[in-house]
């Protein structure tokens, strides 16, 4: 591995990087000359996530913390910050997506809870705590993942997480204009259906999966590396005037009314 790299001298924090989109993005970041404090609530991903990025000559460390919790947020960062020095990329990744999530009328009020927990709250604490650690390293980039299903509606529901998604991304914008003259972006990032473990377990059908592809223009599922070099380049200053965007990777989904397969 080249100690040279797109992130070389910075420091990130990545929260759900034991997992898909957030494995992927360690794992680029640190190739990419970044140290990353990969952040997980599964302790046994997060090591194995620390120990792949070893074995190609890369610097993590592990830090086990639930995004839902303040004072695991407020950890995360200071650890992080202990252990390299600085922190300057802010990944608020992890997310979740509830099997029993559905319709206004069928899903529980404790999944409804539980999803803003983790999904939009979890993202809120990463600001509380990540922002003033950007301040003190005279500034960053934060980009918080949301969802292509912030943007669009779908007869096949998922309120909880859908609302969830909306509120990251008008929390992206404001957070982006308050600090906008402070040298931190602050970014929203929209995946498309990706062929990850939160979306597969879910679509657990091919029927289902079929059902799906047949409304993304290109026809096939979205890698969660994919989504990892557009995390790089909102990370990177080479986005260095990009801010407040919600910064769509879906295979052509949002621009679709129709397909080559309709
Ligand atoms: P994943 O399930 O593969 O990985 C998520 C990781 O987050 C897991 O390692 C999990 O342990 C961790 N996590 C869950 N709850 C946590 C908590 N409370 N605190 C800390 N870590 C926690 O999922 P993924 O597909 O990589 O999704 C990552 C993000 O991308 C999520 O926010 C998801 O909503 C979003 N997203 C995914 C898709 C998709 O199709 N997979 C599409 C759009 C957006």
């Given at each position: 591995m080249s100690t040279e790299g797109r992130l070389k001298g910075?420091?990130?924090?990545?929260?759900?990087?034991?997992?898909?989109?957030?494995?992927?993005?360690?794992?680029?970041?640190?190739?990419?000359?970044?140290?990353?404090?990969?952040?997980?609530?599964?302790?046994?991903?997060?090591?194995?996530?620390?120990a792949q990025i070893a074995d190609s000559?890369?610097?993590?460390?592990?830090?086990?913390?639930?995004?839902?919790?303040?004072?695991?947020?407020?950890?995360?960062?200071?650890?992080?910050?202990?252990?390299?020095?600085?922190?300057?990329?802010?990944?608020?990744n992890a997310g979740i997506s509830h099997i029993d999530d559905g319709d206004a009328e069928s899903t529980e009020e404790a999944i409804w809870d539980l999803t803003m927990q983790v999904n939009l709250k979890g993202v809120f604490l990463g600001c509380k705590y990540g922002i003033p650690a950007l301040r003190r390293a005279g500034g960053g980039s934060i980009i918080?993942?949301?969802?292509?299903?912030?943007?669009?509606g779908a007869a096949t529901p998922q309120l909880a997480y859908t609302a969830s998604k909306g509120g990251v991304l008008a929390m992206t914008r404001e957070l982006a204009v308050i600090h906008a003259r402070e040298e931190i972006r602050i970014n929203a990032l929209c995946p498309g259906p990706l062929r990850t473990e939160l979306l597969m377990k879910y679509l657990?059908?091919?029927?289902?999966?079929?059902?799906?592809?047949?409304?993304?223009?290109?026809?096939?599922?979205?890698?969660?590396?994919?989504?990892?070099?557009?995390?790089?380049?909102?990370?990177?200053d080479e986005s260095s005037f990009v801010t407040g965007t919600s910064f769509t990777v879906d295979g052509g989904i949002t621009a679709a009314y129709v397909t080559p397969e309709d």
């Open positions: 910075k420091v990130a924090l990545v929260t759900g990087g034991g997992s898909g989109i957030g494995l992927e993005t360690s794992r680029l970041f640190a190739a990419e000359g970044a140290h990353v404090a990969i952040v997980d609530v599964d302790a046994g991903a997060a090591q194995a996530a620390q000559g890369g610097q993590s460390v592990s830090i086990v913390a639930d995004v839902s919790r303040d004072a695991d947020c407020a950890r995360m960062v200071s650890d992080t910050e202990e252990h390299f020095g600085a922190l300057h990329v802010m990944f608020n918080n993942t949301a969802s292509f299903v912030a943007l669009l657990d059908t091919e029927p289902k999966r079929q059902r799906r592809l047949v409304h993304i223009p290109m026809g096939r599922f979205g890698e969660a590396t994919e989504i990892a070099r557009a995390a790089l380049y909102l990370a990177s």
